[in-house]
């Protein structure tokens, strides 16, 4: 890949033209139109924060170095932004007034509101700029190589990149785009941040079934996502039909894992959403986020709920009291080898040779306290499941 260094190019210049639109996805523009500052690949402006953005117009204030830019040249005279678009993006804003930053009187000003030479320090200040030519192949490679250092991309950022074209153009404009009316629904069961592409991840993740690279290699040059919008709704449609309540814990679950496995189970919305209640009025369910796969489960798998166990000091108490009646009656302290005919019938275990068992089990209403505690062998305890 040919690379050519660049030291003429001024903020004046990356700001003749520069267009920034709030709604992401829908591109932006300097040098007159002739660059592209955020093409399909990049990820979403991430350095609006009120820090970050703020701190490069501080570092040039302090005529601190801004780093490398790099340009990639698409044809002629014509550019798009290969690495630098947060800190070119940020420039921009500043200087067309979208945000303020704080004088040494700790005043915030904007860029019309700063003195006129401090505008001119801004918009003469050269950038240090690497144009590199390549191909397609080449030029991805090493937006991914330059992308370690600072904010790293995270995976779908690269895939974004690695896959660019007009699906990805379409998926970003749909589940990238912060202005989207739905994001307030999705965002009850979908954890991460929308413009790290977060929101994306989850829908190719759904409806590839975890095979997100393939399924984007695939339709990387569809001109429709109808099939990526059709299932990622039926997904959450799904769960806010079963679920009639919205819990905070139900954010970031495997909900395209518990579609699939339960879509086609039925459902009453008023006794799921009584069972919810119950479980989260329980005060030995420790695991909240649990409670959702486990009534689309039929109540079966507790361990989903990391019900409370007995405590060190239960247990103690309890074995001491059976092994004292076993001894005198000639019976082993696991009530269960008691009742047996083989030679355990008699045996007196140990205490770390035995488990904490509910006498009546929790998912049927057994209390986690002494008096529904009962010490049993590790082999009868493993063997009685939840009967």
């Given at each position: 890949m040919k690379t050519t260094l660049r030291t003429d190019i001024t903020i004046k210049?990356?700001?003749?033209?520069?267009?920034?639109?709030?709604?992401?996805?829908k591109g932006l523009f300097g040098l007159s139109g002739k660059l592209t500052i955020q093409p399909e690949y990049q990820r979403n402006y991430i350095y609006a924060d009120g820090k970050r953005d703020v701190a490069v117009i501080e570092s040039?204030?302090?005529?601190?170095?801004?780093?490398?830019?790099?340009?990639?040249t698409v044809e002629p005279d014509t550019f798009e932004v290969l690495d630098g678009q947060q800190r070119i993006t940020s420039i921009g804003r500043y200087v067309t007034n979208r945000f303020a930053v704080k004088d040494n009187n700790g005043m915030e000003q904007y860029f019309s509101g700063i003195s006129k030479d401090q505008q001119e320090?801004?918009?003469?200040t050269k950038l240090l700029i690497y144009e590199c030519e390549g191909d397609e192949k080449e030029i991805k490679e090493w937006f991914k190589t330059i992308n370690i250092v600072g904010v790293p991309l995270n995976s779908q950022e690269l895939l974004n990149a690695v896959y660019s074209g007009p699906f990805v153009t379409l998926a970003k404009a749909e589940f990238s785009n912060s202005q989207n009316a739905n994001?307030?629904?999705?965002?009850?069961?979908?954890?991460?941040?929308?413009?790290?592409?977060?929101?994306?991840?989850?829908?190719?993740?759904?409806?590839?079934?975890?095979?997100?690279?393939?399924?984007?290699?695939?339709?990387?040059?569809?001109?429709?996502?109808n099939e990526l919008k059709a299932y990622f709704n039926s997904v959450i449609d799904w769960v806010s039909t079963v679920f009639k309540d919205v819990e905070k814990e139900m954010k970031g679950l495997e909900w395209g894992t518990l579609y699939e496995q339960y879509k086609n189970t039925p459902y009453s919305p008023d006794?799921?959403?009584?069972?919810?209640?119950?479980?989260?009025a329980d005060p030995y369910v420790k695991n909240r986020k649990g409670v959702f796969e486990y009534i689309l489960g039929g109540c079966v798998k507790t361990e989903l709920?990391?019900?409370?166990?007995?405590?060190?000091?239960?247990k103690k108490s309890v074995y001491a009291q059976q092994k004292i009646e076993a001894e005198q009656n000639g019976t082993s302290n696991c009530p269960l080898c008691?009742?047996?005919?083989?030679?355990?019938?008699?045996?007196i275990w140990k205490l770390d040779e035995m488990d904490a068992d509910h006498v009546a089990s929790w998912s049927k209403g057994g209390a986690t306290d002494i008096s529904n505690c009962q010490m049993l062998c590790k082999t009868h305890n493993r063997s009685k499941g939840n009967r």
């Open positions: 210049d990356i700001c003749d033209g520069f267009v920034y639109n709030e709604f992401e996805g040039i204030l302090k005529r601190y170095p801004l780093g490398i830019i790099y340009f990639n320090l801004i918009l003469n994001i307030h629904k999705w965002s009850a069961y979908i954890s991460g941040s929308i413009n790290r592409q977060e929101y994306l991840e989850c829908a190719l993740d759904w409806v590839s079934k975890g095979s997100i690279d393939s399924y984007m290699s695939l339709h990387r040059y569809d001109t429709s996502i006794e799921v959403s009584k069972k919810v209640h119950e479980l989260y709920l990391d019900v409370r166990i007995f405590d060190e000091a239960t008691a009742l047996g005919h083989e030679a355990n019938r008699t045996k």
